[in-house]
């Protein structure tokens, strides 16, 4: 693969196992802090506002989930700065971009899978500047110091875009094919939302898009578990989930998937910046919780004469 400008090293990594353990897949598109130098130079507030946008350290959560639980991992390693892979390929802020090189990145979004959208109705989320290519921030204001070239966002939609979505789409096929049914858990994390005095802090959000991309019976299942662990949780609100689970989820057909956002104070430090005195406790839940949906796919999905009995024994290693 050609180097991605922006990105130091390859722009994200995988851990799958053959054959597949479980028929979990764990995605984490806004972890990635492989910021090159040029890149870092761009951003008018630099690791301000590179902090801001990052799901800051749920990769490493979701490294130790995996390897606990057996399931399969999709990590993004390119910053979010660059690119956010939880948005459309069309969900693009055209007044970032240069007249004369609109028409390269319209060529791109064509053929990575996007549509023509009207220049003049952005979507919510380019509006409030987090759209496919972040442009500001609250508190923050504008990104960036220059204007991006067309040519380098389609560079970050062949290179980046494109195959990780791939990645994604191929190892599901590969689980339903085993399982029968597979589960996609995209991981976030949040910043504390607000609260009144006196209540707890909601720990996790769990989105499914308002019911159409996971079986009730899993999310209630999720929901279920997490509370019994001791944390508050939400459901849809004030995250649903986006552009992952618009395009991989497809319940009747046999693919599952959950989007879990979880408070960075139940993990990281009180700056929010490295791990916190919470970090193995929340890894023990996730992976939990991740061990008990496998077992709730695997029995709804799969005729039970595919799986050998020691698939489980492994999973539990």
Same mark, same amino acid.
């Given at each position: 693969?050609?180097?991605?400008?922006?990105?130091?090293?390859?722009?994200?990594?995988?851990?799958?196992?053959?054959?597949?353990?479980?028929?979990?897949?764990?995605?984490?598109?806004?972890?990635?802090?492989?910021?090159?130098?040029?890149?870092? $130079?761009?951003?008018?507030?630099?690791?301000?506002?590179?902090?801001?946008?990052?799901?800051?350290?749920?990769?490493?959560? $979701?490294?130790?989930?995996?390897?606990?639980?057996?399931? !399969?991992? #999709? #990590?993004?390693?390119?910053?979010?700065?660059?690119?956010?892979?939880?948005?459309?390929?069309?969900?693009?802020?055209?007044?970032?971009?240069?007249? $004369?090189?609109?028409?390269?990145?319209?060529?791109?979004?064509?053929?990575?899978?996007?549509?023509?959208?009207?220049?003049?109705?952005?979507?919510?989320?380019?509006?409030?500047?987090?759209?496919?290519?972040?442009?500001?921030?609250?508190?923050?204001?504008?990104?960036?110091?220059?204007?991006?070239? !067309?040519?380098? /966002?389609?560079?970050?939609?062949?290179?980046?875009?494109?195959?990780?979505?791939?990645?994604?789409?191929?190892?599901?096929?590969?689980?339903?094919?085993?399982?029968?049914?597979?589960? /996609?858990?995209?991981?976030?994390?949040?910043?504390?939302?607000?609260?009144?005095?006196?209540?707890?802090?909601?720990?996790? #959000?769990?989105?499914?898009?308002?019911?159409?991309?996971?079986?009730?019976?899993?999310?209630?299942?999720?929901?279920?578990?997490?509370?019994?662990?001791?944390?508050?949780?939400?459901?849809?609100?004030?995250?649903?989930?986006?552009?992952?689970?618009?395009?991989?989820?497809?319940?009747?057909? !046999?693919?599952?998937?959950?989007?879990?956002?979880?408070?960075?104070?139940?993990?990281?430090?009180?700056?929010?910046?490295?791990?916190?005195?919470?970090?193995?406790?929340?890894?023990?839940?996730?992976?939990?919780?991740?061990?008990?949906?496998?077992?709730? #796919?695997?029995?709804?999905?799969?005729?039970?004469?595919?799986?050998?009995?020691?698939?489980?024994?492994e999973a539990a290693e």
């Amino acid at each position: 693969m050609a180097a991605l400008a922006g990105c130091i090293g390859e722009p994200f990594v995988t851990r799958i196992h053959h054959p597949s353990r479980v028929p979990v897949l764990v995605s984490v598109p806004h972890g990635g802090r492989a910021y090159d130098p040029a890149l870092m $130079a761009g951003l008018r507030e630099g690791e301000r506002a590179a902090l801001r946008l990052e799901d800051r350290l749920i990769d490493e959560v $979701a490294g130790e989930v995996a390897a606990a639980t057996g399931a !399969g991992l #999709v #990590v993004a390693r390119a910053p979010r700065a660059m690119l956010d892979l939880n948005r459309a390929p069309d969900d693009v802020d055209w007044a970032m971009i240069p007249d $004369a090189t609109r028409g390269c990145a319209m060529a791109a979004i064509l053929s990575t899978g996007g549509h023509a959208r009207p220049h003049g109705h952005p979507s919510q989320r380019v509006r409030a500047g987090l759209g496919l290519v972040p442009r500001r921030v609250p508190g923050l204001g504008e990104l960036w110091r220059q204007p991006l070239s !067309g040519e380098v /966002l389609a560079q970050r939609l062949h290179l980046l875009h494109a195959p990780y979505h791939a990645c994604i789409a191929d190892q599901l096929a590969r689980l339903r094919a085993r399982w029968g049914t597979a589960l /996609l858990i995209d991981l976030h994390s949040m910043p504390p939302l607000p609260r009144e005095e006196g209540q707890a802090p909601i720990t996790c #959000v769990i989105g499914d898009r308002f019911g159409a991309s996971c079986g009730g019976m899993l999310v209630a299942r999720a929901y279920s578990q997490l509370s019994d662990s001791g944390w508050l949780v939400a459901h849809n609100r004030p995250y649903a989930g986006g552009y992952v689970l618009d395009r991989h989820a497809n319940p009747r057909g !046999g693919i599952h998937a959950m989007q879990l956002e979880i408070d960075r104070a139940a993990y990281l430090d009180s700056r929010l910046v490295a791990p916190g005195a919470g970090f193995a406790e929340v890894v023990g839940i996730l992976a939990s919780l991740v061990r008990d949906l496998a077992s709730e #796919v695997a029995s709804i999905g799969v005729p039970q004469s595919i799986i050998r009995p020691q698939d489980w024994a492994e999973a539990a290693e």
